[in-house]
């Protein structure tokens, strides 16, 4: 809007249907951001009147101004296993009270699931959740909300969301437990 660069990137969010326009063409990050009324963005650019019925999660893009615009449903993993609002951490999606499933991974409950658990002694293990904790792996003291703790055997499994993006699985004794967020948390968001 500043530049009055060239639409090239539109995006409709899944999480709060709010709409991103992008040149396309640079590096943006938050302080780039501005919140605009959308008909000024009509204004800046009727043809994104196309895209009104694009669907939230999905984006579209073109080459350049009068091309056609390409549609796109975004990946869902990404939207599943983007960065943790740390602020907001007790809400991070998660499995209580149960194994998980094929659909609890699928919709971002858990991280991982074992067919025929119950033939494999699989059990649902309480520790709280979601749980925030450190997971020390290569030197590194990385943050993480646990999202699933299951046992199988002697061994006892997390699924968990690094506050930066992602997921992963590990072993309990990798972590160290933490009742509430601390400075870590909030460097790598």
Known sequence: MRLRQPILHVSHDDEDGAWQFHTGTQQVSAGDAMIVALSEMVDHDPSI??????????????????????????????????TVDVERWQQTPCLRGRVAVEQDVKDGRAVFYLQDSDKAGVVHVDIGLPH???????????????????????????????VSGGSGICLLFEVQLSEKPDETFYRYT
């Not at 895209?51 to 990404?78: H, I, K, T, Y």
């Not at 925030?132 to 699924?159: R, V």
């Open 49 to 82: 009147c196309e895209l009104a019925d694009l669907p939230c999660g999905w984006f579209a893009e073109r080459e350049s101004v009068g091309s056609p615009w390409r549609r796109a449903q975004r990946n869902v993993m990404d939207s599943l296993w983007g």
């Open 132 to 162: 925030c904790a450190i997971l020390s792996a290569d030197g590194q003291h990385i943050p993480i909300i646990i999202i699933q703790s299951e046992c199988a055997g002697e061994k006892h499994y997390i699924g968990y969301r690094p």
